[in-house]
């Protein structure tokens, strides 16, 4: 059994950074797609950044060069560093993975949420101007 757990969310003023972690604990293999999605009120689940099977870095448009995931193999851990914060950043942000027996595309686009099989329970992260 695998789970994921987030921290590191907190509250900042615009052009602040926050480093987000999610430690994946328990069984250990190598997922083949690991990621970060956002939710903010009234709105879809979004993604903002992964890792894919090939250690591909992807980011979707709107993150424009503010922030960096990452993943230490010895920690079994994936980071989401956010710099430049803006109002609009304003979410709760969720790990995801796949799980051992699954393999999703690993993309970013609209709906791609549906793909992952495990998610943490969420960090929130707050910008104010």
């Known amino acids: 059994q695998v789970h994921l757990v987030e921290s590191g969310g907190g509250s900042v003023q615009a052009g602040g950074s926050l480093r987000l972690s999610c430690a994946i604990l328990?069984?250990?293999?190598?997922?083949?797609?690991m990621a970060w999605f956002r939710q903010s009120t009234g709105k879809e689940r979004e993604g903002v950044a992964a890792?894919?099977?090939?250690?591909?870095?992807k980011y979707a448009d709107f993150v424009k060069g503010r922030f960096t995931i990452s993943h230490d193999d010895a920690k079994n851990s994936l980071y989401l560093q956010l710099n430049n914060l803006e109002p609009e950043d304003t979410a709760t942000y969720y790990c995801?993975?796949?799980?051992?027996?699954?393999?999703?595309?690993?993309?970013?686009?609209?709906?791609?949420?549906?793909?992952?099989?495990?998610w943490g329970q969420g960090t929130l992260v707050n910008v104010s101007s």
């Open positions: 995801a993975a796949d799980g051992p027996q699954t393999a999703s595309p690993c993309t970013l686009t609209p709906g791609s949420y549906r793909t992952l099989a495990l």
């Open positions: 328990g069984d250990k293999y190598r997922s083949s797609c």
């Open positions: 890792i894919d099977t090939d250690s591909a870095h």
